[in-house]
Nanobody
Framework: QVQLVESGGGLVQAGGSLRLSCAASGKNFSLRTMGWYRQTPGKQRELVADITSGGITNYADSVKGRFTISRDNAKNALYLQMNSLKPEDTAVYYC???????????????WGQGTQVTVSL
C-alpha cells in the first residue's frame, strides 16, 4: 500500500499563487507517472498536469503557462506551483500516482484525499 497526502490548498485572491505538495509513503514501491487532478461539484475529475518519472510533463490547456508541475524522486514528492490563479481554478485538487512494487509486475493507481483550492475575485 501507498499513502498520498496533499497539502498547500487554501483561499487566495484572483491573480495570486499557491503551491500544492503531495508526499508518498509506503514500502518497496516505485513511483511512475504522477499527476494532479481537480474536481468541482457535478463535474468529472479532470487532469491538470502530470509528470513521468523522467520529468516529462503534460498540462491541460487551461493551465499552460500558469501552473508548473515538478517532483522530487528522492523525497517521493510531487508539487504543483499555481500562479495567476483564476476563480475557475477553484476545485478540490487530487494527487495521483502510478505505483509499482518491488515484488510484482503490476502498476496500481493511488489517490490522495484531496485539498481544496478556492480562488476569490
Amino acid at each position: 500500500q501507498v499513502q498520498l497526502v496533499e497539502s498547500g490548498g487554501g483561499l487566495v485572491q484572483a491573480g495570486g499563487s499557491l503551491r500544492l505538495s503531495c508526499a508518498a509513503s509506503g514500502k518497496n514501491f516505485s513511483l511512475r507517472t504522477m499527476g494532479w487532478y481537480r474536481q468541482t461539484p457535478g463535474k468529472q475529475r479532470e487532469l491538470v498536469a502530470d509528470i513521468t518519472s523522467g520529468g516529462i510533463t503534460n498540462y491541460a490547456d487551461s493551465v499552460k503557462g500558469r501552473f508548473t508541475i515538478s517532483r522530487d524522486n528522492a523525497k517521493n514528492a510531487l508539487y504543483l506551483q499555481m500562479n495567476s490563479l483564476k476563480p475557475e481554478d477553484t476545485a478540490v485538487y487530487y494527487c495521483n500516482a502510478r505505483v509499482s512494487f518491488t515484488y510484482g509486475i503490476n502498476v496500481y493507481s493511488y489517490w490522495g484525499q484531496g485539498t481544496q483550492v478556492t480562488v476569490s475575485l
